[in-house]
């Protein structure tokens, strides 16, 4: 990659020996995101497996002793932790007389109806059946099969991901007006990076994007040079790969520079829609961060006050794209997106 510099690079940071063009001056990048691209990259994605998985929350937010409630499409969901710490998961309402399980109690692993006192510990009772579950360290998964109507899989499609006691990680949640595939076309856009997110990121250029070289190695995704901001003319400049795994997945992979073998993993959970009957659609962001710097082990000692700026800078620019998303879909469903 090549970079204009001030001095020899000794660290992370690079300082630009000229400031980048002001916004407006900035090369022009509509002409190479060319819609029917995006498209094609989208209708890809979709039709990959997924295994019938779903990301359902962060899993720090499942402590021990609490229940969780979640509704994926149509499909009412409820995951607690056992007595051996493990998740357990299953349909959210009682089979009894349709309590909701999410408002439960958690007593010595079981989850305990509030109505009448029904017991689960997880495995199948008085007509209620569990889920298949998966908790990967960072993210919690439950398989619907009546909602994906996929062959299954007994893992979710995860990609490679650094060492999670090598990685600083870090997620953020938010809920869209729109459906999956709105968030996955927004992330399948890195042409739209240093025009929409000014403040993130700079000297942005598409290397190398499906069916125009550069990709075969990375599955047919995006190779896209970029620049991190930091402070006035301090960036991190890297080259990073967007591709999609599954059809409500993206995931952007540091392949040169700071942080190689970073990866940002990007999922869109469909929810019940809001009560104006639109979609919604959950977006849960999770950075796991890497570095092969001596350092590193100190910053990730610092992850308590880290991981709060982390997540402050995605819902900063997830504030951004939901917008996005939400007008794509808005668009869609009157018949006025271009292509």
């Not at 499942?62 to 349909?91: I, M, Q």
């Not at 009546?146 to 990685?167: M, S």
């Not at 082990?297 to 800078?313: D, E, F, N």
Request: net charge positive; glycine share 10%; aromatic share 6%.
């Amino acid at each position: 990659m090549s970079r204009r510099r001030s001095r020899p690079r000794t660290g992370p940071l690079l300082r630009l020996r000229r400031r980048p063009p002001a916004w407006p001056e900035q090369p022009a990048t509509w002409r190479a995101a060319a819609p029917g691209l995006i498209a094609d990259a989208l209708q890809q994605a979709l039709a990959r497996p997924s295994g019938n998985w779903y990301v359902l929350a962060p899993s720090r937010d499942l402590p021990p002793g609490r229940a969780l409630g979640r509704t994926v499409g149509s499909r009412e969901v409820v995951v607690w932790r056992t007595a051996n710490g493990r998740p357990a998961a299953g349909p959210g309402v009682c089979p009894h007389l349709g309590a909701p399980l999410k408002d439960g109690a958690v007593h010595r692993g079981a989850l305990i109806c509030r109505w009448h006192g029904l017991a689960l510990d997880g495995a199948p009772c008085a007509g209620w059946s569990p889920y298949p579950v998966h908790d990967d360290g960072v993210l919690l998964w439950v398989r619907l099969d009546g909602l994906g109507r996929e062959e299954p899989t007994d893992r979710p499609p995860l990609t490679a991901r650094p060492p999670l006691p090598r990685a600083l990680c870090a997620v953020h949640t938010a809920t869209g007006r729109c459906e999956p595939e709105d968030i996955v076309a927004n992330r399948l856009d890195p042409w739209h990076g240093a025009w929409f997110h000014p403040y993130s990121f700079v000297d942005l250029t598409v290397v190398g994007a499906p069916g125009r070289g550069g990709t075969a190695a990375h599955g047919g995704g995006f190779t896209v040079d970029v620049s991190f901001k930091v402070a006035g003319r301090l960036v991190v400049p890297v080259r990073a790969v967007f591709t999609a795994p599954g059809p409500r997945t993206v995931v952007m992979r540091i392949t040169h520079g700071e942080g190689r073998g970073s990866v940002v993993e990007t999922h869109a959970t469909p929810l019940s829609p809001d009560p104006a009957g639109r979609p919604r659609t959950l977006v849960t962001e999770a950075v796991l961060a890497t570095s092969d710097r001596p350092g590193f082990a100190v910053t990730r000692r610092a992850a308590p006050v880290l991981r709060p700026l982390m997540r402050a800078a995605a819902a900063r620019l997830w504030r951004d794209d939901l917008a996005y998303a939400e007008r794509r879909r808005q668009l869609r469903s009157t018949g006025r997106f271009p292509g």
